[in-house]
Nanobody, 117 residues
Framework: QVQLVESGGGLVQAGGSLRLSCAASGRTFSSYVMGWFRQAPGKDREFVAGISRGGGSTDYADSVKGRFTISRDNAENTVFLQMNSLNAEDTAVYYC??????????WGQGTQVTVSS
C-alpha cells in the first residue's frame, strides 16, 4: 500500500542544478532504506544513490559521485536528490524506491530530467 511520488524534474542547461523530491506514504518511512534510480531512453534502469534509514550512510554510482547528494527528512517522509553540474548524460526518468524484505520493492511514477547542451 506504499505510494511514492517524485517531483522536481524539468529542463535544465548543462552545468545547472535540480533538486528532486520523493514523498512516501503507507509505511513507517524511517524504517526503510531509500534510493534513486534512473532510466535513459533505450537503456536499462540504473542505480543512482541510496541512503540508510537514519540518513547516516549513503552510496552513489560512480558516474554521479561528487555531483549528486541524497538526503532524507524522516519527519516529513521525504527523500531528496540534489543534482549539481548536470550534463547531457544525466538525462533520464528518475525513480524513487524503497527496500522492503531486502529488495527494491516500490517504484514511483518517475520524474523527467532533461539536460540540454
Amino acid at each position: 500500500q506504499v505510494q511514492l511520488v517524485e517531483s522536481g524534474g524539468g529542463l535544465v542547461q548543462a552545468g545547472g542544478s535540480l533538486r528532486l523530491s520523493c514523498a512516501a506514504s503507507g509505511r513507517t518511512f524511517s524504517s526503510y532504506v531509500m534510493g534513486w534510480f534512473r532510466q535513459a531512453p533505450g537503456k536499462d534502469r540504473e542505480f543512482v544513490a541510496g541512503i540508510s534509514r537514519g540518513g547516516g550512510s549513503t552510496d552513489y554510482a560512480d558516474s554521479v559521485k561528487g555531483r549528486f547528494t541524497i538526503s532524507r527528512d524522516n519527519a516529513e517522509n521525504t527523500v531528496f536528490l540534489q543534482m549539481n553540474s548536470l550534463n547531457a548524460e544525466d538525462t533520464a526518468v528518475y525513480y524513487c524506491n524503497m527496500v522492503v524484505g531486502g529488495i527494491w520493492t516500490y517504484w514511483g511514477q518517475g520524474t523527467q530530467v532533461t539536460v540540454s547542451s
